[in-house]
Each structure stands twice: as structure tokens, then as C-alpha cells.
């Protein structure tokens, strides 16, 4: 599914490795806020993604350490958000029953966690299509710079590329839809303590 056209308005559109250079151009011109939301409830993470492969072959164990390991990657970064004073959150929307994606994703966002991670979760319910109109994958950098996640056509996500905008419109739109969705979040362990 592809994100409405409202959030495409003004955008440039990116392949997955100039995604990967648009977040590093504006992660270093990040000054406040970094506020991320996922909805998808079944991903494909990049190919040859091995703490997911031992985890779809029932191999816990490993998964696990192969997310400690994915994560401690990024301890610079959650160093670099504590250091800065930066507002950082991870809003997740999930619906139940777990997908096998979601129950291996809160795998490693306990990992994350426990590094520093501001992760939100909000209940769906079970039956709203996800992604939707309203609801889709994006990054949002202060109030000037938004990246939305292309997964290509397919029921299953598996990033393809995406999209940059600055258009202040569609920027002040996402912002109201995360503010809206924390709004209904719990953190992380509350969730997981419920589950």
C-alpha cells in the first residue's frame, strides 16, 4: 500500500539507498524532535536479515542475541539523543493477535529499551486495515523534514525506497496524527506487562 497522495504532495522520491542517505543528512540537521511510526503489522526485514530468519525457524535463543548485537550498533545514536536533549519516540501501532513479525519485533524493542529507546504503543483494533490512509510508515525530523516508507504494492512490507518532504502542510499533518495517536499510547513494559 502506498501512502495517500496528501502525504506525497511537493515530495521527492527515493530508493532505499537514498533513503538511507536522506536519514543520515537529516538526522545531522535533527535540533529537537525525532518522532517514528510504524503500522505495519507483517514486515520482511532486508534480505538475509538473521536475528529474523532464527526467529521464523523457532530459534529464540539466537534471535535474541543477534538483535542485541543489531542494537548495540545504534548505541551511538541513542547516546547522541540523550546528549542532545532530543524528544525521541518510536510510536507503534499493533493489533491483536500478534502477527510472528510483531511478537519478534517487541523482541528487540525490549533490547531497545533497555538501551534507551522511547518506544509508545497503541492498540488497534483488530479489524482497521493497516496501514491505512491515516495511519502509514514515517520519520519525522523536528517540524521541517519528513521521510514516508514505501513497501511497494505487496500485503507484506519489505522497505523498497520512499519519500522526502518538507512541504510544511503535509509535515503539520503527520505531526497531528502522531500527537493524536500518543495521545492513546502506553509505554513499552506497560504493554508488554498486559500481553
Not at 536475528?51 to 545504534?74: N, W
Not at 514505501?150 to 502522531?178: C, K, M, P
Amino acid at each position: 500500500m502506498h501512502p495517500p497522495a496528501w502525504a506525497l504532495a511537493n515530495s521527492t522520491r527515493l530508493d532505499f539507498d537514498e533513503f538511507g542517505v536522506a536519514f543520515a543528512s537529516a538526522w545531522s540537521q535533527l535540533k529537537s524532535r525525532f518522532l517514528k511510526l510504524e503500522c505495519w503489522q507483517r514486515y520482511w526485514e532486508a534480505e538475509g536479515n538473521r536475528s529474523q530468519t532464527a526467529y521464523d525457524r523457532g530459534d529464540i535463543d539466537t534471535a535474541r542475541e543477534l538483535l542485541r548485537a543489531e542494537a548495540e550498533v545504534d548505541r551511538p545514536l541513542y547516546q547522541d539523543i540523550r546528549t542532545r536533549g532530543i524528544e525521541y519516540a518510536r510510536v507503534r501501532l499493533v493489533q491483536e493477535p500478534l502477527t510472528p513479525y510483531l511478537k519478534y519485533e517487541l523482541l528487540s524493542y525490549r533490547i531497545r529499551a533497555d538501551l534507551g529507546e522511547n518506544i509508545e504503543v497503541v492498540r488497534r483494533d483488530d479489524d482497521a486495515r493497516l496501514p491505512s490512509e491515516g495511519h502509514f510508515d514515517f520519520l519525522l525530523f523536528d517540524r521541517t523534514t519528513a521521510l514516508i516508507h514505501d513497501y511497494g504494492s505487496a500485503e507484506v512490507g519489505r522497505q523498497t525506497g520512499g519519500w522526502l518532504t518538507r512541504d510544511s502542510n503535509v509535515i503539520a499533518r503527520l505531526e497531528q496524527t502522531v500527537a493524536d495517536l500518543r495521545q492513546q499510547a502506553v509505554p513499552l513494559n506497560e504493554y508488554l506487562a498486559r500481553t
